[in-house]
């Protein structure tokens, strides 16, 4: 079946790009298309202008900059795989790549749009709420930055404006001695929709105490969420089985699943509880990836 | 709507197809004559129109036409003929991993993006590359002993690339 009709603009630089969102009413930014062609096609969205992004130079590097990382939103999740710096320095990053629908899948699909996508169960979510990302929108009137945790405000709804593109994810490179992970639980082992996504980071002091911990979870609520009351029970404590159970305690209460999920409260224990038991034994001075 | 003129390079041969704003690449392909590439679900579930695009696996569903100017294809029609087959397209037959074949094409785009990267895989690894293919009359256990048998054949004489 052919796709509903509509106007496909092309622009080769960013300005170009952002005059034309600005300058055209209802027109909707296109990049890997995972999402919007689905949307298109069950008729749950129908613009009458596309602007492709997918070719922006502007949008597809990752740099290093003042020990921060910057993700262009033009790259796609298959690049995370096939970098060695994001390898070697976020590897939590290349964990939710791994687990991020399918190899046909992630060579299309963008940062940005997973991220302005919005959905519930956006897998890139928890893992840069976690980094404590800041997300850049441009338009032709400048640039913008907040925390991802403010720009997600629900279901399939962020803080973008229209004529805005999402230019840049960017958080600080973790520390060498932090531990992070990712885990996901979905109705098959893999190329599935998250029902739930657990990410953690967590950085220690030499005595082994919790000097930084962050927790987020993606598809138990409308929008991804840091869980602050499970990082306070860990702040200062070491990772003993008593205080990563009442975390992932905390974290289960803390979920806000819609009505007839509930059984993602539970889910969020167990994959909480795994993640920080893998966490816990990792020695401070390797960066270790846990799985 | 306005149709442009796109060029494709799709298994070695050139192209320039007048296309619509809202044409996907499966359904300009299959027009050219490429019904290797077979449609499916049309919403990048099924993998069955996956094509190399500039030497990456991806679902041609999921791609504009005009997102694809300039740029070289290849199906599985251009990996390998009926006289010379690719070695993962013998294996396929050999190991009786083709039952209607409507899948097959995406089977192998997959099946050489893993092999290409990953020449010895595991189990494991083989089902998570192929996790985006469905097979509807569900023989994985063959598609599997396939990819692993084409692995096999092909370290033995080296890696072959077609692309």
Same mark, same amino acid.
């Given at each position: 079946?052919?796709?509903?009709?509509?106007?496909?603009?092309?622009?080769?630089? +960013?300005?170009?790009?952002?005059?034309?969102?600005?300058?055209?009413?209802?027109?909707?930014?296109?990049?890997?298309?995972?999402?919007?062609?689905?949307?298109?096609?069950?008729?749950?969205?129908?613009?009458?202008? @596309?602007?492709?992004?997918?070719?922006?130079?502007?949008?597809?590097?990752?740099?290093?900059?003042?020990?921060?990382? @910057?993700?262009?939103?033009?790259?796609?999740?298959?690049?995370? *795989?096939?970098?060695?710096?994001?390898?070697?320095?976020?590897?939590?990053?290349?964990?939710?790549?791994?687990?991020?629908? %399918?190899?046909?899948?992630?060579?299309?699909?963008?940062?940005? !749009? %997973?991220?302005?996508?919005?959905?519930?169960?956006?897998?890139?979510?928890?893992?840069? *709420?976690?980094?404590?990302?800041?997300?850049?929108?441009?338009?032709?009137?400048?640039?913008?930055?907040?925390? #991802?945790?403010?720009?997600?405000?629900?279901?399939?709804?962020?803080?973008?404006?229209?004529?805005? #593109?999402?230019?840049?994810?960017?958080?600080?490179?973790?520390?060498?001695?932090?531990?992070?992970?990712?885990?996901?639980?979905?109705?098959?082992?893999?190329?599935?929709?998250?029902?739930?996504?657990?990410?953690?980071?967590?950085?220690?002091?030499?005595?082994?105490?919790?000097?930084?911990?962050?927790?987020?979870?993606?598809?138990?609520?409308?929008?991804?969420?840091?869980?602050?009351?499970?990082?306070?029970?860990?702040?200062?404590?070491?990772?003993?089985?008593?205080?990563?159970?009442?975390?992932?305690?905390?974290?289960?209460?803390?979920?806000?699943?819609?009505?007839?999920?509930?059984?993602?409260?539970?889910?969020?224990?167990? *994959?909480?509880?795994?993640? $920080?038991?893998?966490?816990?034994? /990792?020695?401070?001075?390797?960066?270790?990836?846990?799985? | 709507?306005?149709?442009?003129?796109?060029?494709?390079?799709?298994?070695?041969?050139?192209?320039?197809?007048?296309?619509?704003?809202?044409?996907?690449?499966?359904?300009?392909?299959?027009?050219?004559?490429?019904?290797?590439?077979?449609?499916?679900?049309?919403?990048?579930?099924?993998?069955?129109?996956?094509?190399? $695009?500039?030497?990456?696996?991806?679902?041609?569903?999921?791609?504009?036409?005009?997102?694809?100017?300039?740029?070289?294809?290849?199906?599985?029609?251009?990996?390998?003929?009926?006289?010379?087959?690719?070695?993962?397209?013998?294996?396929?037959?050999?190991?009786?991993?083709?039952? /209607?074949?409507? /899948?097959?094409?995406?089977?192998?785009?997959?099946?050489?993006?893993? +092999?290409?990267?990953?020449?010895?895989?595991?189990?494991?690894?083989?089902?998570?590359?192929?996790?985006?293919?469905?097979?509807?009359?569900?023989?994985?256990?063959?598609?599997?002993?396939?990819?692993?048998?084409?692995?096999?054949?092909?370290?033995?004489? !080296?890696?072959?690339?077609?692309?």
């Amino acid at each position: 079946m052919p796709l509903p009709e509509f106007k496909l603009l092309q622009p080769t630089s +960013l300005d170009e790009a952002l005059d034309l969102l600005s300058s055209t009413s209802s027109a909707h930014p296109i990049a890997g298309g995972t999402n919007l062609i689905v949307d298109m096609r069950s008729g749950k969205l129908a613009p009458k202008t @596309l602007v492709d992004v997918s070719k922006l130079p502007e949008l597809c590097c990752i740099r290093e900059k003042d020990g921060h990382l @910057l993700i262009g939103g033009g790259v796609r999740i298959a690049e995370f *795989l096939d970098d060695p710096m994001i390898e070697r320095d976020v590897p939590i990053l290349c964990q939710m790549a791994r687990t991020f629908a %399918n190899t046909l899948i992630r060579s299309r699909a963008t940062v940005g !749009g %997973n991220l302005v996508n919005a959905a519930p169960c956006a897998d890139t979510a928890p893992v840069l *709420l976690v980094l404590d990302a800041q997300v850049e929108l441009t338009s032709t009137s400048g640039a913008r930055s907040m925390p #991802l945790s403010e720009f997600l405000v629900g279901a399939f709804e962020t803080r973008r404006r229209p004529n805005e #593109l999402l230019t840049t994810v960017r958080f600080p490179i973790p520390p060498s001695g932090s531990a992070g992970g990712f885990q996901k639980m979905g109705l098959r082992k893999i190329s599935c929709m998250a029902k739930v996504d657990v990410a953690a980071h967590v950085e220690r002091d030499e005595t082994g105490r919790c000097r930084d911990v962050r927790l987020a979870l993606g598809a138990a609520s409308a929008a991804a969420m840091r869980v602050p009351e499970a990082e306070g029970v860990l702040t200062g404590q070491a990772l003993t089985p008593e205080r990563i159970d009442d975390a992932a305690r905390s974290a289960e209460a803390a979920a806000r699943p819609r009505a007839g999920s509930e059984y993602k409260h539970r889910v969020v224990y167990g *994959l909480a509880r795994r993640i $920080l038991a893998e966490i816990a034994p /990792c020695p401070a001075e390797t960066k270790g990836e846990t799985r | 709507m306005t149709a442009k003129f796109i060029r494709l390079t799709v298994n070695g041969r050139s192209h320039s197809v007048a296309a619509e704003p809202n044409a996907i690449l499966l359904h300009t392909l299959r027009d050219l004559g490429y019904t290797d590439v077979k449609n499916g679900c049309e919403i990048g579930e099924c993998g069955a129109c996956a094509v190399f $695009l500039n030497g990456e696996a991806v679902n041609s569903c999921m791609v504009l036409t005009w997102q694809a100017d300039g740029a070289r294809i290849v199906t599985n029609a251009g990996l390998g003929t009926m006289e010379k087959p690719h070695p993962i397209q013998e294996a396929f037959a050999d190991a009786g991993a083709i039952q /209607c074949g409507f /899948c097959t094409p995406g089977m192998v785009i997959s099946t050489k993006a893993l +092999l290409d990267h990953n020449p010895d895989p595991s189990e494991a690894e083989i089902r998570q590359a192929l996790s985006g293919n469905l097979c509807r009359c569900t023989g994985y256990a063959q598609i599997i002993e396939a990819v692993r048998l084409a692995a096999e054949r092909m370290r033995d004489v !080296g890696e072959v690339r077609n692309e």
